[in-house]
């Protein structure tokens, strides 16, 4: 794919990709096609040097699908789908650490997460990135036809980090919710989905939120479990952001995961996130 309209700059040899030279206020319908298509070709785009506010942040979001409820974290006044990610300079714990795909115990997970920097470290604080999709398509046949005819439970509960109110209850600057009601999220999705817009394969699995196949017990699932999530993270697979108050990244929940790197104490970030584009994973 070329690109006439914004300048795009890979990240890693998996995916990622750092986009220059566009307004996400003023996208005619060109400049967005390549946006769309650079969001395809390389699942997580850093979009440099915007100026949202939380209606252009809407406005940015519906191109890619409607709004996604996030149940755990209360949202901006005025804007219910949009919730600030805060990490005080006094915390030492921070959200959306460990490695996940968002949401996946909803029945339709969201496609895409925009989350938009407001204020950054000095230095720490980047995501990490990888490609699910290549991770599959490095699996043996006869893994790939194993893991074919598998489907995952995937909850809230966040089973395999003490649960999501011993979490949430060290999450000390952000209006978390609702966090004894996370059992209670439960979907079963396959552990291979296919993206509708490309027909490419991915894992969709995680040991954050997967706690085992269905028709399996959790003790049988577990091994195969972090094995995939091993797998998923090798270095050839990822990519890194490091973020600057006006970067949007954006990024494909169905072929990514992603893990906030909490390597800052003692500063401040803060960061403004939406779920868009609710999918039936297939
Ligand atoms: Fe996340």
Redesign the pocket.
Known sequence: MSYDRIEVTPLAGALGAEIRGVDLRRLDNQTWSEVHEAFLEFHVLAIRDQELSPDDIMTTGRRFGEPNFYPFVTGMDGYPYIFEVIKEPSETRNF?GGW???TTYLPQPPLA?LLYALETPARGGDTLYCNTAAAYDALSDTMKDLLGRLKGVNSAGLKHSGGRSAHHAAIGGMKIQGADTADSYEAVHPVVRTCPDTGRKSLYVSRAHTIRFEGMTEDESRPLIEWLQAHQIRPEFTCRVHWEPGTLTVWDNRCTQ?N?VNDYNGQRRVMRRLTVGPQTPI
């Open positions: 959306g996940h795909s968002d997460t992603h906030a």
